[in-house]
């Protein structure tokens, strides 16, 4: 707690200091291009890895970066109620999903209920990618090959949430009007590398 409270004064004698006619701009009013859904993981930063100001992304983040297909029975509020605010209200440009390399909540679906047993909520919103899990296991039967499974898993994972978004009607008016960018990403935490995904030639190639 102690380095918290130390990195608080340092933030506004530093940081704040550094951007404080940015801060001074944008204290009564948010208009981001960008949507990000990353995965709740402490090693994913958003505004790091693509170098934002305050003001810029417009962040969700949850275990495993999940989008929950759109419905009007009013679940998943927390996430939906989100994407919902950034699209219309905010009107973001472009939505980012982000995976990452060595996802728990990714390897965790592999795991049997017993091993989830002390996390009883996590193992439920984990549910939502078991379709996902479903088709790593046709493509890749061998579970001993854990490495491909793993990335595979990951990568699969982010796609499989962009076409949850497709799912949300004002996200796909916009997106088949052009005037919303659906992307997604896999960061590799220990290169810095992130790969996307093109959606016409379905695979993730290095962004350089």
């Not at 990195?7 to 291009?33: A, C, T, W, Y």
């Not at 990568?155 to 008016?173: C, G, K, T």
Request: charged share 25%; aromatic share 12%; proline share 4%.
């Amino acid at each position: 707690m102690e380095n918290l409270l130390k990195g608080i004064v340092e933030f506004r004698n530093n940081d704040f200091m550094e951007h404080r006619d940015l801060f001074n701009k944008i204290s009564e009013k948010q208009d981001p291009h960008t949507l990000f859904i990353g995965c709740s993981d402490s090693r994913l930063v958003p505004n790091l890895i693509t170098n934002t100001l305050p003001g810029e992304i417009f962040v969700v983040r949850n275990v495993a970066n999940i989008v929950p297909v759109y419905t009007n029975a009013g679940s998943y509020f927390g996430v939906t109620s989100a994407i919902e605010y950034a699209v219309n209200i905010l009107r973001v440009d472009n939505i980012v999903v982000c995976g990452h390399s060595n996802c728990g909540g990714c390897a965790a679906l592999y795991k049997p209920d017993e091993a989830l047993a002390k996390i009883p909520h996590t193992r439920k919103w984990l549910e939502l990618a078991h379709p996902v899990r479903d088709k790593v296991l046709k493509l890749l039967p061998d579970i001993d090959d854990f490495a491909a499974r793993e990335w595979l898993t990951e990568q699969m994972n982010v796609v499989e949430q962009l076409e949850h978004l497709l799912s949300y009607p004002f996200i796909r008016e916009r997106y088949f009007q052009k005037t919303l960018n659906l992307v997604g990403w896999h960061y590799i935490i220990e290169t810095g590398e992130i790969f996307g995904y093109d959606h016409e030639k379905g695979f993730f190639e290095l962004i350089n």
